[in-house]
């Protein structure tokens, strides 16, 4: 019987050939196949199938650093996006979290776009456990991630580093952190006009530290104040282009 298209014995054939043993054009061969099938809708039964038989395959060949000139992580980035079962099975691989973590964390420049990609699935379904990760393997994750997104120059990685702060967000003491310490680096990233995406995952951040009363500067003024100055020509040129986040900011700070 097959599943979703691909039988069973295709898929454990095809395992077979994705052994560090294996002949490297034959695993080349095997890992092309299955980069091709993880954009089909129904990959992520096809990953955990048979006790994430196939899942634990790709994640082996990427913990033992033999992916040769293929990066897998698509692979695995695709089976974790919506399904939680996928996601939890990668987050408990403590030796793939930390070595996606590595690849952030070092700028590889191979390998870091897609690793804060799986990073920010994980964190999206599991902030906790991730963050325990990030505090032990980057322990300067939350103010590097605000450099790398307050540096004109960074690449796209920084803003996949910048989704996971906002699903670390989620978290209390970040929040509390964000509060205490990294306001001010935070706001001057709500400029519409220079980096629209960046903006966004700004706003995002700075909504969800609202919800954190016991540390918002906002009663004293200070952050009201320094909101107002920094946003209110991006929120204009923002809302004219039809955007509706920077305006809701704008009222949670007013209004609050």
Partial sequence: MKEHGVSPEVINEL???????????????????????????????????????????LCRLICEGSIDDTDVLPAIINATATEVVCAKYVTDNTELVQRCIEYS???????????????????????????????????????????????????????????????????ANVRCLLCEKYVRQILPLVDWNTRPRTCLIAIDILRNMCFENSKLSVRSGTLKRFAYTTSIENIKQATAKGASKPIILFGIFIFR
């Fill in 15 to 57: 395992i077979r050939f994705l052994s560090p043993n294996v002949n490297r054009n034959l695993r080349q061969q095997a890992l092309d196949y299955v980069i091709g099938l993880s954009a089909s809708d129904h990959f992520d039964v096809i990953f955990q199938a048979n006790d994430f038989l196939l899942g634990r395959s």
């Fill in 105 to 171: 964390r070092d700028c590889n420049d191979r390998y870091s776009l897609n690793a804060a990609k799986l990073l920010t699935n994980l964190s999206l379904h599991f902030p906790d456990s991730l963050y325990d990760a990030l505090v032990k393997d980057w322990e300067d994750f939350i103010p590097d991630a605000i450099r790398r997104l307050n540096d004109s120059m960074s690449r796209e990685a920084a803003n996949y580093l910048g989704y996971v702060l906002v699903n670390l967000t989620s978290i």
